[in-house]
């Protein structure tokens, strides 16, 4: 366990500029750490979906809203000997089975008895040696899964209250060697000591497998806040077709990062239309039980 002092974090994949969506996320998770006395991190996530500079650009443009975080941000490229040696000590503990399966194998697989709408069937649970030494002989790389032994997990949530979900034999290794985005955050959130994980609520399904996993690895899971997202207004999450939706895209509209900060704020209920209040003062205001529950909704006009 870490004894490194509380802290929150914010976790981007670097595959391109951010949008208001991931920028408001990022906001939230700052506003969540600083106001209960933690240290904010960053962590890039750049396992993969990785695009040359687009760290650099999200790193400016989260300062550009005023975000401050502990240095150094942490590159998870940098840290794959120890998703290795932790892959390996769950092997060596009997934790983990090898999966030659292919995605189409998994869905057209009949489900194990009892077993959650999607969770992994169980195809390769049980392997002998002498089918698993086919498998490779046929020249399968196999990735690396999990062997769970609950099917679900509860957690604890500042704004979805306790929530239980389904935990499968999840994938901690992909077959072609990278350690797997719910391997990784867990063993990161712990070294870095994030005892609060803020983000959008598309990972609330994700986070009972993740905190199942942290108690695997004696870990005690954190606190998590899954955030609203935002959506366009045909209710689709947004992203960078729907126009101008980065602080690049909207300065070339004339759109400043002051007013940016301005409509999340305001979208949050921290600040009245048009009032440009800094991340300082919203924290003054922040109140995680007042915050909205429902998806922001993006309208084009909302910057004219
Ligand atoms: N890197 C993930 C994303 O950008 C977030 C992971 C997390 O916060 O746990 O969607």
């Known amino acids: 366990m870490s004894t490194q002092h509380a802290a929150g974090r914010y976790a981007p994949s670097p595959s391109g500029d951010l949008h208001v969506g991931n920028l408001r996320t990022a906001v939230l998770a700052w506003l969540f750490a600083r106001t209960t006395g933690r240290r904010f991190l960053i962590r890039m996530e750049n396992l993969d979906r990785a695009v040359d500079g687009a760290d650099r650009r999200q790193l400016d443009d989260l300062a550009a809203l005023g975000l401050d975080w502990e240095e150094p941000v942490v590159y998870q490229t940098d840290r794959r000997a120890i998703y290795a040696g932790i ?39 049980d392997l002998t040696d002498a089918q698993r030494a086919e498998k490779i002989a046929a020249g399968r790389p196999p990735a690396v899964r999990i062997r769970a032994e609950t099917s679900e997990f509860t957690v604890t949530d500042l704004l979805h209250g306790s929530y239980t979900g389904m935990v499968d034999d999840f994938v901690i290794q ?8 719910n391997l990784a955050v867990v063993v990161d959130d712990a070294a870095q000591g994030v005892d609060q994980v803020v983000r959008g609520d598309d990972l609330l399904s994700s986070a009972p497998r993740q905190a199942y996993l942290a108690t695997l690895l004696g870990e005690t899971p954190p606190t998590y806040a899954h955030v609203p997202m935002v959506l366009n207004p ?52 922040f109140d995680p039980a007042a915050l909205p529950r429902t998806p922001w909704i993006l309208h084009p006009g909302e910057w004219d």
């Not at 092997?91 to 030659?100: D, H, I, K, V």
């Not at 602080?247 to 007013?259: K, P, Q, T, W, Y």
């Open 87 to 125: 892959i390996d000590e769950l092997r060596s503990a009997g934790r983990t089975f090898e999966c030659f399966c292919t995605r189409r194998e998994i869905l057209e697989a009949p489900s194990a008895p009892h077993a959650p709408q999607g969770a992994y069937p169980g195809t390769c649970r």
């Open 174 to 181: 992909r077959n072609d060697g990278t350690p797997a985005y």
């Open 234 to 285: 045909e209710h689709v999450r947004l992203s960078k077709r729907d126009g101008a939706v980065t602080l690049a895209d909207l300065a070339a509209r004339g759109v400043s990062s002051e007013r940016v900060l301005a409509h999340i704020a305001r979208s949050l209920g921290l600040a009245a239309p048009g009032e440009v209040a800094d991340l300082p003062t919203l924290a003054e205001r």
